[in-house]
């Protein structure tokens, strides 16, 4: 079983912190849905985003 195949509840999720820092944050369970039927459908990895990590890691790598 691939892990997008696995059931999600609320208990197999701790809070995550948001990207604003003001604590824990509630799983956007609509959010995870959508994800994870671009990622069965295929079209979740897109060449902008493959850019973007690419980018990111690059900058990480030299600031390092």
Do not use: N
Not at 15 to 30: F, M, N, S
């Amino acid at each position: 079983m691939r892990h997008h195949d696995r059931p999600l509840d609320a208990a197999s999720l701790a809070p995550r912190w948001g990207a604003t820092g003001r604590g824990p944050q509630p799983v956007r369970w609509d959010r995870v849905h959508q994800v994870r039927a671009a990622i069965a459908r295929g079209d979740y990895e897109t060449p902008e985003k493959w850019a973007v990590v690419v980018e990111r890691l690059l900058a990480e790598r030299l600031a390092g």
